[in-house]
Structure formats: C-alpha cells, structure tokens
C-alpha cells in the first residue's frame, strides 16, 4: 500500500537546509493498512477511473484517506445555511470558519505544511523515464510498484480519442501523445497493451501525421532516445551561449525557465548524444512513424508541427534562419576548425549547469530542466571516459 511520507530524509541523496520541512514523498509498504483500508483505495481507483474522463484531477483522494486515518476529523457545528443578508451574524461566521479550520486541520503534515499533488502536465514524467532509461537506471530508481502507478496514471489520463494532451484536462497533442506513448512503452507495456489503449495511442499518432510532427521538445527527446535522428532538429547551437551579455539575443536575457530548459538542451544538441539502440528503440522506430524510418525526410521532419500543437506559426525569417544555421553553421561547426569553438561553447555550458546544479543543491529551477540536466551530466561524464 502506497504511504505519504512528509518531512523525511531517509537518503543520502537528498539535502536540506530546513530539516526536510515541506517535502513530500510516496513510499510503498507492502505491510501498510488494513483490509479495510486496501478496500477504500481500491474502490476510490475504481470510482476515479469510471469518472476520469468528466473528473480529471483526483482531488488527492488516497492521501486524504490516509490523513482521514492520521488526524481524524472532531465533530463539526452544523453547516450554516445562509437564504438572506440577515441570516449572516457573527455566531454564523464563527461557525463557519470553525468547520473550514478543522477540516483543514485533518490534511495538514505534521511538519505543519499542507501536501498536495503536484498533478496536471503530461509532459515531466516521459522526460525522466527517458533518461532514466538511456541511462541504465531505470530499473535501480523506479521499482516495479512505482512503474505499475506511473501506468496507472498515464492509462487514466488517456483522452477519450486515444491520445494524450499537453496536461490532464488538454486536448489530445502530439507532443502529449507520443511521449506518454513512448513512456509505457520503455516501462514494459505491450504495443497491444493496456486492453486496447495502446492501439489507440498509436493509432492516433499515425492518424495525425506520425512523429515527425512532435514540436521542438519532443523531437530532443527522441533524439536522445534514438528514435528521432538529431538532423531532424532546428539547430540549438551552444555557441549562443558565448555572445557579450550586451547582445539582445543573450540567453542571459530570456526568461529564467526558458534559458535554464535549452541550456542543457543546447549541451545536448551539441554533443548529438543517442542512447543504446535496444530493442524497444528499433520497434518504437517502426510503430511511430507513417513511412519507414530509413526512408524519413528528415530535412522537412525539421519544421513539421502537427495543428493540434502549433500555437502560431513560423513566420518566413524564421524558417531562413533555422535553415542557414542548419544547412551552413553546423557544418562548419562539426568540422575543425569549427569544432574548437563548439568544444568551448559545450564547456561554457557545462559550467552553467554545474552552477545551477550546486547554487540550488541539485534541485534546480524546475522539472524539465532537471531532468535534461541529469542527461547532461550524464552525457558529459562519458564524453570525459570515452571522448
């Protein structure tokens, strides 16, 4: 049974400044609960996945079964109806607020934080089972009982037209769709799994294109997966990275998110980094696309975005650019002399990263950019062991 753990360590891998006040982490015990208490999580699962479709969010139901346990609710006052302005007086106010202040009471962590799930976009879990398993550990950080929820959850955040959105109540996207995909897929499930939704999943992406219409983000992410070749990408050259601050296009002058998300992006592209072409890789490179893979423009895959993801389109001066840098600058770069200057710029960037990574204690600034960061780190360390 899954249990919320609230202001607790228990790794050596996590620091605090604050003795852990304010985290949160779910734990699976097993021995945890009663009978009684697997009967209510399994009926709140069965109730949430009737109703997923009309009811996005679960309202955090199972920790508040657990709090329900923890801090069991005083008797309340009667609720106060009001019909008219005259029916509000200070023993009706009193009582009101005396009813939201002990019900807040029982799902309050006894740190004194109020936890809550940090639910909605589709887009952060696919980036950390990707990197997860490009990097061998998939198996060492997600135990068998954290990848059956992780499908769980993806399974009742499927949309009703089979694919995924960019968050719980989105349309479906192929961005959403084929990183979700994707993530069942490296967690073990069947292209005929899940009783017919990962058909549809599929289905949907070839219905609408294929994945050569993921955006910009997705096509970084399986690039570095190895179902996505990385000339398929609009160039995001490190070298940016190297103008004078004076410059209007400094990254130093995007917003926080923005600059700290194509950082390690930059890195990435830089070094064209691609996992190990397992098995899953080469049959996902099969079931993703609408022609075969070795057969892909992957010049046009460049600027295809699918209309259910394209929020405004490119306009012309746009298109030149990301053409010359691609058709003109990267070349150059990928050769001496050129190469020099992109080792420099990858180092520079490298150093930005170790930055962010010691100045916020390897949190960093939010969960996109984490995750890329560990796939940076990881990708530099073996670009030192095996150049």
């Not at 050596?12 to 400044?17: A, G, R, S, Y």
């Not at 657990?66 to 609710?73: D, G, K, V």
């Not at 289905?203 to 294929?210: E, K, M, Q």
């Not at 939010?366 to 360390?381: E, L, Q, R």
Request: net charge neutral; hydrophobic share 40%.
């Amino acid at each position: 049974m899954w249990k919320l753990k609230n202001a607790e360590g228990g790794s050596p891998w996590l620091q605090t400044l604050n003795n852990h006040v304010g985290r949160q982490v779910w734990e699976f015990d097993l021995k945890a609960g009663t009978s009684e208490d697997h009967l209510a999580v399994e009926k709140a699962r069965a109730d949430f996945n009737n109703k997923r479709f009309i009811q996005h969010h679960s309202a955090d139901f199972i920790m508040r079964l657990q709090f329900a346990r923890e801090n069991p609710l005083s008797p309340l006052p009667p609720q106060v109806k009001i019909e008219s302005a005259n029916d509000i007086t200070e023993e009706a106010i009193q009582t009101t607020l005396m009813r939201a202040v002990r019900f807040y009471a029982t799902i309050q962590a006894h740190d004194g934080h109020w936890p809550g799930d940090y639910g909605g976009p589709m887009f952060l879990m696919p980036g950390l089972v990707i990197v997860l398993y490009v990097t061998g550990a998939l198996n060492a950080v997600l135990s068998e009982m954290h990848k059956k929820e992780i499908c769980r959850y993806l399974y009742n955040h499927q949309n009703e037209d089979g694919g995924w959105g960019l968050h719980i109540e989105g349309h479906s996207t192929m961005f959403g769709t084929v990183l979700n995909y994707v993530t069942l897929r490296l967690l073990g499930q069947a292209p005929d799994g899940g009783q017919g939704t990962m058909e549809k999943g599929r289905a949907w992406i070839l219905d609408h294109g294929g994945a050569t219409a993921i955006p910009s983000w997705g096509k970084m992410w399986l690039s570095v997966l190895g179902v996505f070749d990385w000339i398929g990408n609009n160039p995001l050259p490190p070298e940016i990275w190297l103008l004078p601050y004076f410059f209007p296009i400094h990254p130093g002058r995007m917003w926080c998110h923005c600059r700290m998300v194509y950082l390690p992006m930059s890195y990435l592209y830089g070094r064209r980094f691609v996992g190990p072409l397992t098995r899953i890789i080469m049959s996902l490179r099969e079931e993703l696309y609408t022609v075969p893979y070795e057969k892909i423009d992957w010049n046009q895959a460049r600027n295809m975005c699918a209309k259910e993801d394209l929020y405004y389109p490119h306009p012309l001066i746009q298109d030149i650019l990301w053409g010359t840098l691609h058709k003109v600058v990267e070349p150059a770069l990928m050769h001496w002399p050129g190469s020099m200057l992109r080792e420099r710029a990858l180092q520079s960037v490298m150093k930005h990263v170790h930055y962010e990574d010691e100045n916020t204690h390897y949190i960093c600034i939010g969960p996109v950019n984490k995750v890329i960061k560990i796939h940076t780190n990881f990708t530099f360390s073996f670009s030192l062991k095996y150049g």
